[in-house]
T-cell receptor, first 114, second 118 residues
Framework: SQKIEQNSEALNIQEGKTATLTCNYT??????LQWYRQDPGRGPVFLLL?????KEKRKERLKVTFDTTLKQSLFHITASQPADSATYLC?????????????FGQGTTLQVKP | GAVVSQHPSWVICKSGTSVKIECRSL??????MFWYRQFPKQSLMLMAT?????????EQGVEKDKFLINHASLTLSTLTVTSAHPEDSSFYIC??????????????FGPGTRLTVL
């Protein structure tokens, strides 16, 4: 069955450093992958989408890579700030991309300390 | 753009009653809406896929007679939890996928509804 794993439940880093979060998947080849931010008691907020034919995508301080050979995506936040503290979820397109169904990882909670 | 709202944001009800949650796409038309459930410290679990004008498709293990979904227009989907019990207490989140050009693969999420069944 399709499986997604995010490398750790929690990640603590110092302000100004780069945070790197990992998302690994097995048993299928998604057409695209998305990263979301979720704050406590709130719905996820879309950050970035990367397709299987794209190696890297950037948006301001965010960078996502997608390695279909390793079946892995890395999510980087450069020059991290305490306001970046949140849970980050990776989500992969399930089955046919036309359905729009997503499978979510369990999330990594990032804590950026001042 | 791409704003999705949910109402109510929280609700407390007695066991055995029914609760309706609304999900609206405010500035775009959504051909497809999704309903998720999230328990504390866990990730989102897809409950059902709702396409405008047709019956919802439920994920395995989700009771369609308990979780009634209606997607009557391109901007509104509703989830009704019928005969709610304490084990139905959870955080319910909807998302919407847009129509038209551009990326229709992106899902935009509502703020969620916290349901507590006493």
């Amino acid at each position: 069955s399709q499986k997604i794993e995010q490398n750790s439940e929690a990640l603590n880093i110092q302000e100004g450093k780069t945070a790197t979060l990992t998302c690994n998947y097995t048993n299928y080849s998604p057409a695209y992958l998305q990263w979301y931010r979720q704050d406590p008691g709130r719905g996820p907020v879309f950050l970035l989408l990367i397709r299987e034919n794209e190696k890297e995508k950037r948006k301001e301080r965010l960078k996502v890579t997608f390695d279909t050979t390793l079946k892995q995506s890395l999510f980087h936040i450069t020059a991290s700030q305490p306001a970046d503290s949140a849970t980050y979820l990776c989500a992969l397109a399930s089955g046919s991309s036309n359905t729009g169904k997503l499978i979510f990882g369990q999330g990594t909670t990032l804590q950026v300390k001042p | 753009g791409a704003v999705v709202s949910q109402h109510p944001s929280w609700v407390i009800c007695k066991s055995g009653t029914s609760v309706k949650i609304e999900c609206r796409s405010l500035d775009f038309q959504a051909t497809t809406m999704f309903w998720y459930r999230q328990f504390p410290k866990q990730s989102l679990m897809l409950m059902a896929t709702s396409n405008e004008g047709s019956k919802a498709t439920y994920e395995q293990g989700v009771e369609k007679d308990k979780f009634l979904i209606n997607h009557a227009s391109l901007t509104l989907s509703t989830l009704t939890v019928t005969s709610a019990h304490p084990e139905d207490s959870s955080f319910y989140i909807c998302s919407a996928r847009g129509t038209g050009s551009g990326s229709t693969d992106t899902q935009y999420f509502g703020p969620g509804t916290r349901l507590t069944v006493l």
